[in-house]
């Protein structure tokens, strides 16, 4: 880094610096973590991935919402953002039910406060999308919470807005990606407030970190789908029986070659861009 860049923190996956007062550094790594814990064995380029993939998103979703993106720097996988006052809610959306939706409707018939048809399947279609929003653990897994509970956290208004735009990016991505062979299944959004309280997209967005991505031509209602996302890692792990719990399994040589190429494969297919094309030119995706 040219500039004086001060660390101020670490996520699973992201390291985050200080530019100045308005201004970040995020550089996305290579690291997966799965069940909430980092794995010792890292994904070539799926850092490239994930800031590659946001960026194009944050390109094509201006018109839609502002984000925090300023500049995308050459390595690929550090971004230049703006700082936000960030939201203390996880925004999702879903399309189909999969994951704790699919989990909690079998529970309840309902998943965040949303009440659903009887008799649907695993991986359905939903009638329309719809929103979920969730708490931002600190530790341990995010609980999926309802509109009540989720106003209470940041306000009506801000709420219905944050609703509003959330399921709007949702549509605009999904259809895109489904015209170029994935479903977006579900996604998480993050939003902040800008310094003069404007609703700002955050973090990372449409990602296969933050998504579920399935292979159109593959999609089959009723069961689990095959993924472009850690699914893949996830569910190696569970096959060794690990309590989920710190430290995490080593992964195998075909484990970690198969999650990179689901992870290029679906940049690939929806930036319309040669991976190999971005790493030379991480701008590519803004253009």
Not at 65 to 74: F, G, Q, Y
Request: with cysteine; charged share 30%.
């Amino acid at each position: 880094m040219s500039e004086t860049a001060i660390h101020v923190g670490s996520g699973k996956v992201r390291e985050l610096y200080a530019l100045d007062h308005d201004r970040l550094l995020l550089v996305a790594s290579d690291r997966i973590s799965t069940f909430d814990v980092v794995l010792p064995t890292e994904i070539p380029d799926k850092g490239r991935v994930l800031t590659g993939l946001s960026a194009f998103w944050f390109a094509r979703t201006r018109h839609l919402v502002p984000n925090h993106l300023l500049a995308l720097r050459d390595d690929g996988r550090s971004t230049e953002c703006r700082r936000l006052e960030m939201l203390p809610i996880e925004c999702v959306v879903r399309g189909y039910l999969s994951g704790s939706g699919w989990k909690d409707y079998v529970a309840t018939g309902a998943t965040s406060g949303h009440v659903l048809p009887a008799g649907l399947a695993e991986s359905d279609r939903l009638p329309t999308p719809i929103f979920t929003p969730a708490t931002k653990a600190q530790e341990g897994h995010d609980e999926n919470i309802d509109a009540r509970a989720a106003s209470e956290l940041v306000g009506a208004e801000r709420f219905r807005e944050v609703e509003r735009v959330a399921l709007a990016l949702y549509e605009f991505a999904a259809q895109y990606a489904r015209e170029r062979g994935i479903v977006i299944a579900d996604t998480k959004f993050e939003f902040g407030l800008g310094d003069g309280g404007e609703l700002v997209l955050g973090d990372e967005a449409l990602t296969p970190d933050s998504s579920r991505f399935w292979p159109a031509d593959e999609y089959r209602a009723g069961e689990a789908q095959p993924s472009f996302d850690k699914q893949f890692v996830r569910d190696y792990c569970e096959s060794l029986g690990w309590d989920k719990t710190a430290p995490a399994p080593e992964l195998p040589a075909e484990v970690v070659s198969g999650t990179r190429a689901r992870y290029v494969d679906a940049f690939e297919r929806i930036t319309g861009i040669a991976f190999d094309d971005y790493v030379a030119d991480p701008t590519a995706v803004l253009r």
